[in-house]
């Protein structure tokens, strides 16, 4: 099998340019460079929160579940760049819209009811996952904009990608709250300030 990567130093962007699909010579300004950029940043929070649930998991039972989860869905966020890179939009797996579904249902039955909104930091996991999430938001207006202004990706609006990002950002905000539960940090509500 050949190498993905055999030079890490290629000197072929030093231009501005970069390729996509896969000989493709585009901007590295453009809409869809953004958006895969963005996406990329998300995985690595992700796999900075996955670093941290690492050195838990040999105490906390719990954390095995969402070890597994996390890994499945960096797996998928590749499977997405690599759809959006290659213009080859229908392979991404429209069930994994489902499996972050069940999940997400999975976690908030543990949890008590929202009354109000949670103020991120409740625990340095909880917070990490915070983080990821609004990372996880700027990736869905970032494919949302790349849609709008690129005729070519706008199938992508019949496809699974969008849903999925969008399902992640509540996988996310719900684990925050599960981590935080987990590491038996009292949530923090939110407070309007009182008009005087």
């Known amino acids: 099998m050949k190498n993905r990567l055999d030079r890490i130093v290629t000197k072929s962007g030093d231009s501005g340019l970069t390729s996509i699909n896969p000989n493709k010579r585009i901007s590295k300004n453009s809409d869809v460079i953004h958006f895969l950029g963005n996406l990329d940043e998300l995985n690595a929070h992700i796999g900075s929160l996955k670093a941290d649930l690492l050195i838990k998991t040999s105490t906390e039972n719990p954390m095995e579940d969402i070890l597994s989860w996390i890994i499945r869905i960096q797996h998928r966020l590749f499977d997405i760049g690599g759809t959006v890179c290659s213009e080859k939009i229908d392979a ?37 996952a915070h983080v990821a999430r609004t990372v996880c938001r700027r990736t869905e207006r970032s494919l949302i904009n790349l849609v709008e202004n690129s005729p070519l990706y706008e199938k992508i609006l019949k496809k699974a990608t969008l849903p999925y990002l969008n399902r992640l950002s509540d996988f996310l905000f719900v684990l925050s709250r599960r981590l935080d539960q987990i590491n038996q940090s009292d949530e923090q509500m939110w407070k309007a300030s009182k008009k005087k």
């Open 92 to 128: 991404f797996d429209e069930d994994e819209v489902s499996f972050l579904e069940s999940v997400i249902k999975k976690i908030n039955e543990q949890l008590p009811p929202l009354r109000e909104f949670v103020l991120p930091g409740g625990s340095p996991l909880g917070a990490k």
